[in-house]
């Protein structure tokens, strides 16, 4: 019965406001309740919901980054077409992993990416790479008048794209929690330029790992959870993107590490108590 899912609608809510906010979609806190709800299904379904709510959190987000002029686009096609592959083949990876130690992958990457946030602190305005041939520089003007410039490697941001798109697919999380700190710590992104980009290369990600699963016939059995938690997202990632207008990117990328950490330690205790080889 349909009702029976209806209470994933303020989730979805919930979820789709702080992904957005943060630029990580919410897979990061859909997986885990995912995995808490459902302890006995099989990772591949678990990913194919939480890639699709994704795709439409950061569809709905990225509309209203759009509207902020804050998504720096020519890098979003160049990261979505690296990326693009990656999600594939990490959709067609999942059904080969157990489900103790997807969890426990799960797990650690989540404690590491907060590890890693917590030992690089950012500071506002970051010193980016020199202007040049190979890492020229970009200038994007958002709705309120500031102008953010920064220059990156464009190889090294595609092939990290890649990297991002295949991990994020496996796990089902979506991208963003790997790729905002990725794109501000290593690319030299500002922050709120990090969380709309990386947004918008989320929907795209996102949606090629949910066709992955459709293809392979595993996203039948999650169709009505996801339909009451895109629902909720839809709303949710309007709420976040306003927010974010009001929160400094130092303040972003912090509530990004300590959720990253208590996540992480929750879904490794129960990894460790409730499975095992």
Known sequence: ??????????????LGAVGT???AGGGFVLMPI???????????????ISLAV?????LSGSYAYGKMKRIDYRSMLLFSAASI???????????????????VLLGVLMVGASIFLALRPLKEGARSAAPSRSCPERTIEDSKGVVHRY??????????????????????????????PLMVNVLSFPVHIATATSHSVLAVTALAGTVAHIVAGE???????????????????QLGAHLSCRLR??????????????????????ALTSHGP
Request: proline letters at 5%; glycine letters at 12%.
């Open 1 to 14: 019965m349909v009702w029976q899912y209806l209470w994933l609608i303020p989730l979805g809510v919930i």
């Open 54 to 58: 994704v795709f439409f959190n950061a």
């Open 219 to 237: 996203f039948s059995h999650g169709v009505r959870r996801t339909v009451c938690l895109a629902l909720g997202v839809i709303i949710g990632a």
């Open 151 to 180: 220059s990156y490697n464009p190889v090294l941001g595609a092939a990290l794209s890649f990297v991002v798109g295949y991990v994020s697919s496996l796990l089902g999380l979506g991208g963003g929690i790997i790729h905002v």
């Open 85 to 103: 592959p990656g999600a594939v083949l990490g959709a067609l990876t999942t059904s080969m992993v157990p489900r103790w130690l997807f969890d």
């Open 249 to 270: 990117g130092t303040w972003i990328l912090r509530g990004l590490a300590l959720a990253l950490c208590l996540v992480g330690i929750r879904i490794l205790h129960t």
């Open 21 to 23: 906010l943060i630029g």
């Open 34 to 48: 995912l995995l808490l709800l459902y302890p006995k299904e099989q990772p591949e379904i678990l990913t194919s």
